[in-house]
């Protein structure tokens, strides 16, 4: 069964800004307002059955792949050890 992320985040506190975090040159911020990965969803639909355990959703997944690509990540495990704490840190640090 093809998987879809869902975003339920649950709300920041007033005082926190993602978009204030992340400064306005930063390659992913340009990167996410440049690509568009929508059409990979069409191509993959026909291979997944209507019932079933839900996949990573298509989007997600291709957005990490380019992440290890351009940061040298070699495995999935080690891009999750890396963003991990440095998401912990950008929270912390304000």
């Known amino acids: 069964m093809m998987g879809t ?10 005082d926190i800004s993602l978009e204030d975090l992340v400064p306005e040159d930063n390659f992913y911020r340009t990167l996410q307002q440049k690509l ?33 690509f351009y940061e040298g990540i070699r495995s999935e495990r080690t891009e999750a050890h890396r963003l991990r704490p440095s998401l912990g840190e950008m929270v912390r640090g304000l």
């Open 5 to 14: 992320k869902e975003r339920n985040f649950q709300p920041l506190p007033k």
């Open 36 to 68: 568009d990965l929508s059409f990979v969803r069409e191509l993959v639909e026909d291979l997944y059955a209507a019932s079933g355990r839900p996949s990573v959703d298509h989007e997600v997944f291709f957005r990490l792949q380019l992440v290890m």
